[in-house]
């Protein structure tokens, strides 16, 4: 499964949708080879300058997929959520801001985690080209909850002009 793809062309539009733009299913054992979710606006209008809002940007409940490249702001609940998914690797996505870098904060979590042993950013010493960039989120840049959210690794990332709101549970930001 590939959702986009390296090139513009490839690029998809994801928005609009009432729950999640992309769902990634818990049946889902992969690997970040045959998994992918590449280099697509979700959450964003085609020119990437203005929302066309999901509930949840990327939903993973799944295993072993990498969402990498992909521009994801503009949702309500969560830009993107790992819901129960283990062993995924998050890069390079640019999480909260639209296109043009809009200083408009918005109401959602970043990166909601609740799964374990998944990467966001760099793995040991990738460095920050590995990394994402995650602002403009209210209710938290990155976001850990759940007593089995084990093992997670947050590196690597550009995080600021974040919040934070209590109920979410804990919070790295």
């Not at 203005?50 to 992909?70: F, K, P, Q, T, Y």
């Not at 998050?90 to 870098?101: K, L, R, S």
């Not at 010493?125 to 209210?138: D, E, K, Q, V």
């Amino acid at each position: 499964l590939i959702i986009g793809g390296q090139n513009a062309a490839d690029r998809n539009v994801i928005g609009g949708a009432g729950v999640n733009g992309i769902s990634i299913q818990a049946g889902v054992q992969s690997s970040t080879d045959d998994c992918q979710i590449v280099n697509n606006l979700i959450g964003l209008t085609p020119d990437g300058l203005s929302e066309l809002a999901n509930n949840v940007g990327v939903s993973v409940n799944g295993s072993g997929c990498a969402v990498v490249r992909n521009r994801i702001a503009g949702n309500t609940l969560a830009n993107l959520w790992i819901n129960g998914g283990n062993n995924n690797v998050i890069q390079q996505n640019w999480i909260g801001p639209y296109v043009d870098d809009d200083s408009e904060r918005h109401d959602v979590v970043g990166v909601l985690v609740q799964g374990s042993n998944n990467l966001i950013g760099a793995s040991g010493n990738g460095g920050t080209l590995a990394g994402n960039t995650i602002r403009l989120n209210l209710r938290g840049g990155v976001v850990i909850r759940g007593n089995t959210s084990i093992g997670n690794s947050v590196k690597a990332n550009l995080l600021g002009d974040n919040g934070f709101d209590g109920d979410n549970g804990g919070r790295m930001d």
